[in-house]
């Protein structure tokens, strides 16, 4: 099934998403779609299976217009969206989720979970997914949700599958089990749009390239010649330096102290074990590891989201083992989370006032019991422009902003801030290449400020070249510590440890 936009057009209030779109999607064909954050893609993507739909232009299927009234027309047409954000319910089983909607009914409407099951098995194999079908959800690590998100939509044969952002939560290794499987469904004669921020990724899968900036095609290209620095310079319209130029850390006082720091699961499995770790002023210190070995508790612990079951957090000569989320804000650190719609922004909340999330109280904005507005606005305007956060007005919903957009606003909020220590988790998830360039200087503009940095990210490339120093974390543990100096840690060393090469033998 081939589709076609043309002069497809979509508007948010005084918003140009979209500005007269033209753009073919081929069977057997993988369309990588590049451009900044704001740029359109999603909003391109949400008119093509139905969810929004056009102020002007057309979708062609094999050659006849076609007019979607809502998503439930673009999958009846063949077109399906995988989101970034996933939309499975966790204490379904797989089979459940897939059939969800369009269960297949036995003689007397009930639902034929056998028959289903069987479809979902069929799909399985043909498509070599891998996927458990009777699991639940929530027991399933994100690489295998994801693929059951794949298999919903070709359980409602879609011949054509959009992939908004699909490896911005993946591993490395889930990265490339999923690159298998787009090859299969290529071969399969499928239609695919991947959409990305990681340029190797899109030279390394597509079969042609699209750039899209302002709402506009400016740009499109052949993989096969193409360079990540010149996507990068389509994308934005300059050149991007990969790496952040840096003077050697001068570390002063301890800021972070960790001892002993374990954390229990419900099962009372450990998933810290005896974490101890320093972070000190003027320094960059990053944590690697594959997902899921205990950073994401890790900053838990440090930031007061979840409880320790012993040891001891120490931050600039305090102890704040017990210390509220709050009381530690208010002492200085500044978190940027990990997953932004969980704990770091409220959707509903105009950009103004996610600005202010965790500062509103404070005396600069409250005089006595009223917010001062006028300086919440005028600072969060000013915090727009610092930080490139792409919106008509801080008055729209924070929930309105494209996905890279919202990010920078949570980063912009905890790195305007007034801290002695930042805890960035996964700093440039969603962020295009551009930006990415620019939270990296601000994260090395507050270690030369004097804050200590800890830096938690699942791409090595991020770790490799911001940090000072770098701890690995494998099964809940520090297994390796690396002086990261002028650049001088050992790539293949630090993969080896994150592998658990060097569990047993922590520095
Ligand atoms: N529901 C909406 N209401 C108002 N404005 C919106 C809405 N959805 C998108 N926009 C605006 O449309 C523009 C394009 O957003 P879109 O989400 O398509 O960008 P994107 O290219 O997907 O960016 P990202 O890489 O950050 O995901 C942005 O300026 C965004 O703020
Ligand atoms: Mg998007």
Request: proline letters at 4%; glycine letters at 10%.
């Amino acid at each position: 099934m081939d589709v076609e936009l043309r002069g497809l057009t979509k508007r948010f209030g005084s918003v140009v998403a979209n500005d007269h779109v033209d753009l073919q999607i081929r069977a057997g064909e993988v369309l990588g779609l590049l451009g900044e954050n704001g740029a359109g893609k999603s909003t391109m993507m949400n008119m093509l299976s139905g969810l929004y739909s056009p102020d002007e232009g057309e979708i062609l299927i094999d050659g006849k217009p076609v007019k979607f009234e809502g998503p439930g027309d673009g999958i009846e047409a063949g077109i399906g969206m995988v989101h970034q954000h996933f939309m499975l319910v966790p204490v379904m089983t797989v089979a459940e989720n897939v059939v969800l909607g369009v269960e297949p009914t036995g003689r007397f409407g009930h639902l034929d979970i056998k028959k289903a099951r069987a479809q979902v098995e069929e799909i399985n194999q043909k498509y070599r997914l891998h996927v458990p079908p009777d699991e639940l959800i929530e027991e399933l690590p994100v690489g295998i949700q994801q693929r059951v998100e794949i298999l919903k939509v070709l359980f409602r044969s879609a011949d054509v599958l959009i992939l908004d952002e699909p490896t911005a939560v993946l591993t490395p290794q889930e990265v490339h089990e999923f690159f298998g499987i787009v090859d299969t469904l290529k071969k399969a004669g499928k239609a695919i749009v991947f959409i990305t921020h990681k340029l190797h990724e899109v030279l390394e899968i597509s079969d042609r390239i699209s750039v899209l900036r302002q709402g506009r095609i400016t740009g499109e290209g052949d993989p096969k010649t193409l360079t990540e620095a010149d996507l990068a310079e389509m994308m934005v319209g300059r050149p991007v330096s990969f790496t952040t130029a840096k003077e050697p850390a001068k570390p002063g006082r301890t800021m972070l102290e960790m001892s002993d720091v374990t954390m229990l699961d419900e099962a009372d499995e450990m998933l810290l074990d005896h974490v101890s770790l320093t972070v000190r002023s003027g320094e960059v210190v990053g944590v690697a590891g594959v997902q899921g070995n205990g950073q994401t508790e890790l900053v838990e612990a440090i930031t007061g989201l979840e409880r320790v079951a012993s040891g001891k957090i120490v931050f600039d000569g305090d102890d704040i083992t017990t210390a509220s989320v709050r009381e530690r804000h208010k002492m200085g650190m500044a978190h940027i989370p990990e997953d932004r719609h969980k704990s770091g922004m409220v959707d509903s909340f105009t950009v103004a006032e996610n600005m202010v999330l965790n500062s509103y109280y404070s005396p600069y904005y409250s005089k006595g019991w009223a917010i001062d507005w006028q300086k919440v606005n005028e600072t969060a305007a000013r915090y727009c422009v610092e930080f490139d956060v792409r919106t008509p007005s801080v008055f729209l919903p924070g929930g309105a902003l494209s996905g890279g957009n919202q990010q920078k606003m949570v980063v912009a909020r905890e790195l305007e801030r007034e801290t002695k220590l930042v805890v960035a988790s996964q700093p440039t998830r969603g962020v295009d290449v551009g930006s990415i360039e620019y939270i990296h200087e601000r994260l090395i503009a507050s270690r030369d400020e004097g804050d200590g940095v800890l830096i938690v990210s699942s791409e090595l490339d991020e770790i490799m070249g911001l940090s000072d120093r770098i701890y690995v974390m494998y099964d809940g543990k520090i297994v390796a510590e690396f002086d990261n100096t002028g650049g001088k840690a050992d790539r293949n060393a630090v993969g080896l440890a994150m592998a658990g090469a060097h569990e047993g033998e922590a520095a």
